[in-house]
């Protein structure tokens, strides 16, 4: 953090509730210090890359998890910042349980879908010929 990032901290974080409600349009009863995590080795099942630079993600799963929605959106970030690109992205399930996570994430500002395929739906015909 540079000796700017200090100094704006320290003096937002002592005034007044009414000053803060001005500038943020919220009023702050409190402040967090906290280190957020950093996801570190997150490997990406497959990653491909189509003749038009196009990268398509494709998450095998087998269980179901109430966050993979957020966990794709991390994926797309995380690949974003790698290859200075989004990604397509699917998640495959390929699970015993029927098919119950959530597609969405949302949040202030924010709405993210993720593709959920279940293999049962797919069309058995091309998987059988390959």
Request: proline residues 4%; hydrophobic residues 35%; positive net charge.
């Amino acid at each position: 953090m540079n000796e700017y990032d200090a100094t704006l901290k320290s003096v937002l974080t002592h005034l007044t509730s009414s000053v803060l409600a001005a500038i943020t349009g919220f009023q702050i009863t409190r402040w967090h210090n906290v280190e957020l995590p950093a996801v570190r080795h997150r490997r990406a099942d497959l990653l491909g890359e189509t003749s038009n630079r196009e990268l398509f993600h494709l998450e095998l799963q087998s269980t179901n998890r109430s966050d993979m929605a957020r966990r794709m959106l991390e994926y797309s970030l995380a690949i974003r910042r790698k290859f200075r690109r989004y990604p397509e992205q699917a998640v495959l399930y390929v699970g015993n349980a029927p098919l119950c996570m959530k597609k969405r994430e949302t949040g202030p500002g924010l709405t993210y879908d993720s593709t959920i395929i279940d293999i049962r739906d797919l069309d058995t015909e091309p998987l059988l010929g390959a």
